[in-house]
């Protein structure tokens, strides 16, 4: 699925980019080059960040009640 129509970018390229160490909007949109143009792309991949925090809290979470 397409995060970025303008520039092509897919919603697995974002998450891979969040996976390599991008933790913040302006990270990814240097990485990708998404949002440069009409940037109704930028919920989206706020929520993608949000989401990516959420699961490794979660992670975290998981680890410290030895679950
Ligand atoms: S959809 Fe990303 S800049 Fe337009």
């Given amino acids: 699925m397409y995060v970025c129509l303008c520039k092509g970018v897919t919603e697995s390229q ?12 302006s990270m990814i949109q240097d990485k990708l080059g998404l949002g440069s143009v009409c940037g109704s792309c930028i ?22 009640l030895g679950i």
């Fill in 14 to 25: 974002v998450n891979e980019a969040i996976s390599q160490g991008c933790c913040n909007k």
């Fill in 43 to 64: 919920p989206e991949t706020q929520i993608l960040l949000d989401q990516s925090r959420y699961a490794q809290l979660e992670i975290d979470e998981s680890i410290l």
